[in-house]
């Protein structure tokens, strides 16, 4: 006999409440996810569709209106030189500040899952999720102005006698500006230094996992550290890898607030939403523009669900 079927009476609605959902266990779980499920439904996956929708409407050139009928010309926009070269150069900045990111964190998750015991261990969580504590906007505008042509680091490199190299650096075409507070290359080092937090953090749960023995059996059958690292370590923190990148790059493919504070002029993905949607009131290219990066997240979450990557979240 079940425990269920020797529960004495009660009375009241409470009490009659309470014995239902104790007899009824699956439907108290499904009543108790319905708000947060129609919430989800309703605001955030209603408003993708919308937006989804609008994708393949058109705007009215004359009018300026919104013709509300199916088409394929507002995606056939995003292929123009200019729009196209947006989406690419935007593309390009997510994948470098991954590969940036991945490069930086991986010494120091793996000194922090190897080495660091303790209250180092403490210092060290402490240590990389004090920057997330802080306000993003006052991070963005206190990097504008260390990269500005009068901030610290201009300052620091006059110092050193290593002015030529600043100028230098700045004299590349990739980068994009006459101060490192308005270029590429100013860009991409605030993204790395805002998101590195989301890569460490998988990565050295994935070496966290990584046997100590395995280092070593690789060390006893001859390998040498580096073939230690390619063969046995890299693959086995590939799926941490994969699931920082996952932070990075979405982070990076889909922000404004960085392009538009350091950003060079130049437009990115966020900017041009923004554009086609306030400035130019192009609903339909906004939209367009939107579902982009949604798109390639969505290729992306596929190929590292592949991998097993969220298995390290």
């Known amino acids: 006999m079940s425990d269920t079927a020797i529960l004495p009476p009660r009375s009241g609605i409470v009490a009659r409440a309470v014995d239902w959902m104790i007899r009824h266990p699956a439907m108290f779980t499904f009543l108790l996810v319905l708000p ?27 009018s300026g209106l919104v013709v509300p009928e199916f088409t394929l010309a507002t995606y056939a926009e995003l292929l123009r030189p200019s729009n196209f070269a947006i989406i690419l150069r935007t593309v390009t900045m997510a994948a470098c500040v991954t590969v940036a990111s991945a490069v930086i964190a991986f010494p120091i998750a793996y000194f922090a899952a190897r080495y660091a015991k303790g209250g180092w261990k403490a210092l060290f969580y402490i240590g990389v999720m004090l920057p997330l504590w802080s306000s993003y906007l006052v991070k963005v505008y206190a990097w504008k102005l260390v990269l500005a042509k009068e901030g610290i680091l201009s300052w620091a490199f006059a ?41 460490i953090i998988p990565v050295q749960a994935a070496l966290e996992r990584v046997p100590g023995a395995m280092i070593e059996a690789a060390s006893d059958l001859g390998a040498t550290p580096g073939q230690s690292f390619r063969m046995v370590l890299l693959p086995l923190a590939l799926p941490g890898i994969v699931a920082g990148s996952i932070f990075t790059f979405s982070l990076t493919l889909g922000d404004y607030i960085v392009p538009q504070i350091i950003g060079s002029g130049r437009l990115f993905i966020g900017q041009a939403v923004y554009m086609q949607q306030g400035t130019a009131g192009n609903i339909p290219l906004a939209a367009a523009f939107t579902v982009v990066p949604i798109a390639i997240m969505g290729v992306y979450l596929w190929g590292a669900r592949r991998m097993g990557a969220f298995d390290a979240l």
């Open 36 to 62: 947060i499920t129609l919430w989800l439904g309703i605001v955030y996956i209603g408003s993708l569709l919308a937006l989804l929708l609008q994708s393949f409407y058109s705007i009215d050139e004359f």
């Open 159 to 199: 110092k050193l006698h290593l002015g030529w190299l600043l100028d230098a650096i700045l004299a590349l075409p990739v980068v994009g500006g006459n101060s490192l507070s308005v270029s590429y290359i100013g860009t991409f080092i605030v993204f790395v230094y805002i998101w590195l937090p989301y890569m």
